[in-house]
């Protein structure tokens, strides 16, 4: 591909959509199509480190999934123990988080989820954050709980709960929000999914599976991306003059 001036965006947010149809569509079980999910994690995680972008959010495994049958929630375990074994994050120079409720997880997959954010909390490239055992329901139930329980203690008023104070109780406080949104499958619906952080985030669908997805597909949702004008409520004149639509190099190559 020809080197193009694109705006990269910092903060990608993907729901990874459509593995167990890949899978089902040619006639094998849905977790095969999940062990084929991970395949694509990676070429996707490396893709964006070297591309230069700072946080990378990955919908893996929601609250509602706890309902699918439980030898397809064993499988994706199995799949979370093995990918986070990956050399994936010291060979890219990626750092490893994780954001849920990690008290629905199996031991195991907690251990395994300490070990690699300990062992890669030093990697200054991109960070990649999984949602496992996830859901903008749950998170923002939970940040009510949490500014209630500050109320009742005396700790701050009713009338200093703002935008602010809620988004220092959010499980995604230590990164910005996403600037580009991408839901792979095919299915236009959001799932239960950062509802809060996406508030001006640009929404990008396509009908690829995600075991499918590849750099190619990659680079068209962000093509997508730069060719938008995020005006954050002002007019198109007041972000021309700003120049907030400034572009960066970037050579696909």
Not at 206 to 213: G, L, V
């Amino acid at each position: 591909m020809e080197e193009k001036n694109i705006a990269i965006p910092q903060h990608i947010a993907i729901i990874m959509d459509g593995n167990g149809r890949w899978a089902m569509e040619r006639g094998w079980d849905r977790t095969l199509g999940h062990k084929a999910g991970i395949d694509t994690v990676k070429k996707i995680t490396a893709e964006c480190a070297r591309l230069g972008v700072k946080y990378l959010t990955l919908y893996t495994f929601s609250t509602e999934n706890w309902n699918r049958p439980a030898y397809e929630i064993e499988a994706l375990m199995n799949l979370v123990l093995n990918f986070i074994e990956m050399e994936l994050f010291t060979d890219n120079n990626v750092r490893f988080r994780m954001v849920g409720d990690f008290r629905r997880l199996p031991e195991s997959v907690q251990k395994k989820i300490q070990y690699m954010e300990d062992l890669t909390a030093k990697n200054d490239g991109m960070t990649m954050v999984v949602a496992m055992s996830y859901s903008s329901r749950w998170e923002l139930a939970r940040v009510a709980r949490k500014l209630a329980t500050k109320v009742q203690a005396g700790e701050m008023a009713v009338e200093d709960i703002d935008e602010e104070a809620v988004n220092g109780q959010l499980v995604t406080s230590f990164m910005p929000d996403p600037d580009l949104l991408i839901r792979t499958g095919g299915e236009l619906r959001i799932s239960n999914y950062l509802l809060w952080q996406i508030a001006y985030s640009e929404l990008y669908f396509c009908d690829t599976y995600w075991p499918d997805f590849d750099e190619e597909a990659l680079h068209k949702a962000i093509e997508s991306y730069q060719a938008r004008q995020r005006r954050f409520g002002k007019t198109e004149a007041q972000v021309e003059g700003e120049g907030q639509n400034a572009a960066s190099g970037l050579n696909y190559k």
